[in-house]
């Protein structure tokens, strides 16, 4: 699809698109639930590490090759600075992902392997449909090699940031879908 085609697309309202470097284009649902886990982690986010820590949601982050992202929750170090309008991934100390109901692959498999290859410290995958979530840390080439499994329920989750700081998700808070939502 060229640059022309997707300025005068229309997308059906309630979607989120993302635009890969691959040339494929990814239109995503929003849901309560997404919507409503960004929400709680964000706000885990200034419980644990104050309201003035640098965190972004779906805000673009550049990575090499063109291969830019806009996760659903980063933690950047405190000393980042905007490169332009913005951050490099060398400032990013955790990306989490919120599973959609589609999609699911692109967070467990694409995503786990990208972020591992560019270094990202922490990448955390949460899968309000699953009701886990899955934290990967000690990134490499290929991915991370190590991934822990969390279930929903379970109480509070510290994760140690590089920088020295704790960022604490509250498993017991994350919500859950309603009976019936489960897409997948």
């Known amino acids: ?101 589609s999609s699911a692959r692109k967070d467990y498999d694409d995503c786990t392997a990208k972020y591992g290859r560019y270094g990202i410290p922490v990448y955390l995958i949460v899968d309000p449909y699953a009701q886990e979530v899955v934290l990967h840390t000690q990134p490499t080439a290929t991915g991370y090699i190590a991934a822990h499994t969390h279930k929903y329920g379970t109480g509070k989750l510290p994760i140690p940031l590089a920088d020295g700081r704790t960022f604490t998700l509250d498993l017991d808070e994350l919500p859950r879908p309603e009976p019936g939502d489960d897409a997948r």
Do not use: W
């Open 1 to 101: 699809m060229s640059v022309d085609a997707i300025m005068h697309t229309e997308f059906p309202e309630g979607y989120t698109v993302l635009f890969g470097a691959d040339g494929k284009v990814i239109m995503t649902p929003q849901s309560f639930e997404h919507s409503s886990t960004i929400k709680s982690m964000q706000y885990d986010t200034v419980v644990s590490l104050g309201r003035h820590a640098k965190t972004a949601s779906d805000v673009c982050i550049d990575f090499p090759a063109d291969e830019n992202s806009a996760p659903d929750l980063a933690i950047l170090r405190e000393d980042a600075r905007r490169e332009g309008k913005r951050y490099s991934f060398e400032d990013v100390l955790l990306i989490s992902e919120v599973v959609p109901t």
